[in-house]
């Protein structure tokens, strides 16, 4: 079976710091990978998307940046943080032709100080 | 521009009846999810409809009308585990998920 794995859990971070948040998958291939944020009572907001390595999507300008070294691992980074990137980050995946179904980890509650 | 509309807030009582709605404005339609979202989780799926009508899963249902833009989800016998946010994300024509902000549904004892 698949299965997602997002870490940390929770991170505090002074502003100008750089980050790095991971995701992996585990039980599929080619997997489309997804990087949500989610401010406090918000919903979610879609940062990036890919759909396979090294091909990177962006729907947001941000201090964010995000890689895909391999089929299965997506990181979230930044080189300095500011006070507006506290939130709630999800990781998540869908299979290549069934976009719909987007299955999620566990989050990472970032808090910028 | 794409556009889901949710109540931010709704309060009910333990035992009742609770509806909360979505309205939807978006670049084609493939479908609309129903999410429960607990503080500092992920989204679990609650349903899922893309024909018009009723989907009853025990004590929750979800409600489509296509023509009218307009879903919604049903929650019976509330139980104070039932306080959490709920998503109304819809698929758009490039099947990608357009997500609502979600309700926050507050139960009292």
Redesign the interface.
């Known amino acids: 079976s698949q299965t997602i794995h997002q870490w940390p859990a929770t991170l505090v971070q002074p502003v100008g710091s750089p980050l790095s948040l991971e995701c992996t998958v585990e039980g599929t291939s080619n997997p489309n990978l997804y990087w949500y944020r989610q401010a406090a ?6 940062l990036f998307y890919s759909v396979g390595i090294g091909q990177i999507s962006s729907e947001v300008p941000q201090n964010l940046s995000a890689s895909r070294p391999q089929d299965r691992q997506f990181i979230l980074s930044s080189k300095k943080l500011l006070l507006s990137d506290s939130g ?1 980050y ?1 990781c998540a995946w869908s299979a290549p032709v069934e ?2 179904w ?1 299955f ?4 990472t ?1 970032l808090s910028v100080l | 521009g794409q556009n889901i509309d949710q109540p931010t807030e709704m309060t009910a009582t333990e035992g009742a009846i609770v509806q909360i709605n979505c309205t939807y404005q978006t670049s084609g339609f493939n479908g609309l999810f129903w999410y429960q979202q607990h503080a500092g989780e992920a989204p679990t799926f609650l349903s899922y409809n893309v024909l018009d009508g009723l989907e009853e899963k025990g004590r929750f249902s979800s409600f489509l009308s296509r023509s009218k833009g307009y879903s919604y989800l049903l929650l019976k016998e509330l139980q104070m585990k039932d306080s959490a946010s709920y998503l109304c994300a819809v698929v758009d024509s490039n099947y990608q998920l357009i997500w609502g902000a979600g309700t926050k549904l507050i139960i009292k004892p």
């Open positions: 009572g918000r919903g979610l907001q879609l709630f999800l976009t719909r987007v999620f980890g566990s989050g509650q």
